[in-house]
């Protein structure tokens, strides 16, 4: 949602802060190494449509309540 809200640009993010956002360890936001770079808390996506299909289905309802609030397609 970060990516989406971020136009697709490069976010800044801490490891330890998803971590503490999605109530998982710090180590297990590391699975996600393929899909997305990672320097200096900085987040850039690389694989978007990898990491949408590693979701849950409550990624889905959630961007299509923001689509619907905002009245437009998100990324």
């Known amino acids: 949602m970060g990516y989406n809200r971020a136009r697709g640009q490069p976010f800044q993010l ?3 802060y998803l971590a503490s ?4 360890h710090r180590p ?3 699975v996600t190494a ?3 770079e990672y320097s200096r808390g ?7 449509d990898g990491l949408e ?3 849950c ?3 889905q309802v959630i961007k299509d309540q923001f ?3 905002l009245g437009k397609r998100i990324a």
């Open 57 to 59: 289905e409550c990624y």
């Open 28 to 30: 297990t936001v590391s």
């Open 53 to 55: 299909g590693a979701t």
């Open 42 to 48: 900085v987040i850039n996506v690389l694989d978007y």
């Open 34 to 36: 393929s899909m997305v």
């Open 14 to 16: 801490t490891q330890e």
């Open 21 to 24: 956002m999605l109530r998982v």
């Open 67 to 69: 689509e619907r609030f």
